[in-house]
Nanobody
């Protein structure tokens, strides 16, 4: 059974930065493309960024140039460095693999951007 544990969220002012981490257990982590998703209140979950097995990356347009996804296969961990945060980035952030079916979702980590 795969288990995902996200951390690193918090309350930050506009323009600030956060680094999210997600540790996966119960899977051979290096065999999958990994992704960060987010869900804002009243909205559907959306893909934010993904990193392939060979560390190619891509981002949704709204975060490109501000967020950076990376992975450490030795630690079974995927990261999301978020810079120049905006109020519209406020959401619960989740990690998972890019492919379907998804692993069981973790609890996520809340990111709130507010002055």
């Amino acid at each position: 059974q795969v288990q995902l544990v996200e951390s690193g969220g918090g309350l930050v002012q506009p323009g600030g930065s956060l680094r999210l981490s997600c540790v996966a257990s119960g899977t051979n982590f290096r065999n999958d493309a990994l992704a960060w998703y987010r869900q804002a209140p009243g909205k559907e979950r959306e893909l934010v960024a993904f990193v392939t097995k060979i560390s190619n990356t891509d981002y949704t347009d709204s975060v490109r140039g501000r967020f950076t996804i990376s992975r450490d296969n030795a630690k079974n961990t995927v990261y999301l460095q978020m810079n120049d945060l905006k109020p519209e980035d406020t959401a619960i952030y989740y990690c998972n693999r890019r492919a379907l079916p998804s692993w069981p979702w973790g609890q996520g980590t809340q990111v709130t951007v507010s002055a």
